[in-house]
């Protein structure tokens, strides 16, 4: 761009005509930037009288301008032999082909077409300056005459004012039918995703389970339907198309289905209707689950409904089985409740009256042992020792079972239970296997606390590491390993050994009460210890699993919540 007022130069003058006052200061910005001084006049009556006074450098002028046009005021200029050399542009939307021949008529310089971009504008300004010096003296020969629209005019501007005229005509109408061009890609590609949009919501619509359809606002007649709908109802859509629900329905689902629909249309909301009665021709009577839909046009007001309904009666129905069986199962529960209360009860009276006959067995053992012990042949020593080791037995039992029947009638009194203490003050006291046997070696690892009974926990843990002890007891290097994470919601512990394990195939029987896995010769016990766990556990909200390989050693697992502490 060519500058303009530097150095001595003064700046060129522009003249702005122009009623709209944003357009002309708009105008006014662009030029002073590049360095023009701007004057500006409101009508075509005081831009004739400020050409006169000021001569500027140029006019850019509006062509629907107050007092006197823009073509009128042109005319006027370039009829004054003093004014004639100064360049004219037009400013014009340029939508009738006669307004180019109104500026040949009036001796136009330049069209600027506008919405004009900044460059554009100053390119045909810089332009109308530079030729402002060529001569433009009307030439000697005689007006051309053309025919326009049926019509002769005369035209006098000179050979070099229509030359720069009409190139800047064609110069706007390029750019015009460039902006045109892309507009119309521009459309046709917005097209082609609007179609792509809608054949996709249509096949969405089309093809999911739930019924969809849309009413008009004016009459409530059905204008778009799907596949669903015409199941539901048992008919094609072409029998529902453009018609009315009373022409399709019972009378009283029609008349309660227009209201909704005059009440969705009048307030303009969504509504909801959680369950209504539907008599389907196909498959009698459903229960649906609808939404009513508001749909708004241009217009503040509701063109269409739309309707989105689910068929919930297999629902409904499942729920009542769910009733049912919920019913079924609190009375089954109340019923194991009691059993569990009546066998606790029978367990604990059992163990009472056990002890006495047991204490008088023991006793007379005891007493044999005392007084004849002399008289006994080894045999006879032999069965004496095997019953006092059986009564030994089934007191522990006794006891197991006792303690195993209060665990039920014990209330769980949780609080934060600090695991590692814990844990460390079992493995303390946990006996070993004898001066001639090695000692197991216990490690543990760090331990996240959680929320439970710590006097029942306690008892977890004794039976998890003296069962691991026990069943480790005759390897070289007996190792109990007892370790800890948090995994999601839960404090997961486990206690591993490396001793004689267990056949999964019987892993069913693992924790049930006296199912034992091994027999007395190889490792001594009553059958209670894991059940005590098990049961212990799930009074916490917890659950209990195991892992094992005969020979190979077993690892016990048990996880409690870490909610409600």
């Given amino acids: 761009m060519t500058a303009v007022g530097s150095g001595d130069t003064p700046p060129k003058h522009v003249l702005i005509v122009e009623n709209i006052l944003a357009q002309a200061q708009m105008l006014g910005h662009i030029l002073e930037e590049e360095g023009y001084q701007v004057s500006m006049a409101d009508n075509g009556q005081s831009a004739l009288e400020m050409t006169i006074s000021l001569q500027p450098a140029l006019v850019v002028s509006g062509v629907k301008i107050p007092e006197m046009s823009g073509y009128e005021l042109c005319r006027q200029i370039k009829a004054d032999p003093a004014l004639r050399q100064i360049p004219v542009i037009l400013v014009t939307s340029l939508v009738d082909p006669n307004e180019v021949l109104l500026g040949l008529q009036c001796g136009a310089d330049s069209f600027v077409i506008k919405p004009y971009e900044r460059s554009h504008m100053l390119a045909r300004v810089e332009h109308a300056l530079s030729t402002r010096d060529i001569d433009q003296a009307p030439e000697a020969s005689a007006p051309a005459e053309i025919f326009f629209h049926g019509e002769r005019h005369h035209i006098t501007a000179s050979r ?88 399709l329905f019972e009378k009283d689902d029609a008349d309660m289905s227009v209201q909704e629909d005059r009440r969705v249309l009048a307030s303009g909301t969504t509504e909801e209707i959680e369950e209504h009665r539907f008599s389907s021709n196909g498959d009698g009577l459903r229960m649906l689950h609808t939404y009513k839909v508001p749909v708004f046009g241009d217009a503040a007001e509701p063109t269409h409904v739309l309707g989105i309904s689910e068929d919930i009666t297999q629902k409904k129905e499942l729920e009542k089985v769910i009733d049912r069986l919920h019913a079924a199962l609190n009375l089954r529960a109340e019923d194991l409740e009691a059993t569990n209360k009546s066998l606790e009860s029978f367990t604990s009276a059992a163990s009472h009256d056990l002890r006495s006959p047991l204490s008088v067995i023991a006793g007379y053992a005891g007493l044999l042992e005392k007084n004849y012990a002399d008289r006994l042949d080894e045999k006879g020593l032999h069965y004496l020792a095997i019953i006092r080791a059986r009564v030994k037995s089934m007191a522990g039992l006794i006891e197991d079972l006792l303690s195993f029947s209060r665990l039920t009638l014990q209330e769980v009194t949780k609080t934060g239970v600090d695991m590692n203490a814990l844990v460390a003050q079992v493995a303390a006291e946990m006996p070993g296997f004898g001066h001639d046997a090695p000692q197991p070696a216990i490690e543990l690892g760090p331990l996240p606390d959680a929320p ?54 019987y892993y069913d029987k693992l924790f049930e009460v006296f199912a034992r896995l091994h027999s007395d010769e190889e490792f001594e016990g ?40």
């Fill in 160 to 247: 070099t004012q229509i030359l720069n005229l009409l190139m800047s005509t064609y110069d706007a109408a390029v750019r015009r039918n460039n902006e045109l061009t892309e507009s119309r890609e521009q459309l046709r590609e917005r097209t082609a995703e609007v179609l792509k949009s809608n054949r996709f919501l249509d096949s969405m619509i089309e093809h999911i389970p739930t019924a969809v359809y849309i009413k008009d606002a004016a009459e409530l007649r059905y204008v778009r339907v799907n596949r669903a709908l015409e199941k539901l109802t048992g008919m094609p859509r072409e029998a529902l198309l453009g018609k009315t629900v009373h022409d």
């Fill in 452 to 505: 439970a009974d710590p006097g029942l926990l306690r008892q977890v843990w004794i039976n998890l590491i003296s069962n691991a002890v026990k069943y480790s007891s005759r390897v070289a290097t007996p190792l109990i390993e007892v370790g800890g994470r948090v995994e999601g919601a839960e404090a997961v512990y486990s206690v591993r050994d490396n001793g004689a394990g267990f056949d999964m195939a």
């Fill in 526 to 565: 009553t059958g209670v210890g894991l059940a005590t766990v098990r049961r212990v556990i799930m009074r916490h909200g917890g659950r209990v699993w195991a892992e094992g390989k005969v020979g190979g050693g077993a690892v016990f697992y048990f996880a409690l919540p870490l909610q409600g502490a």
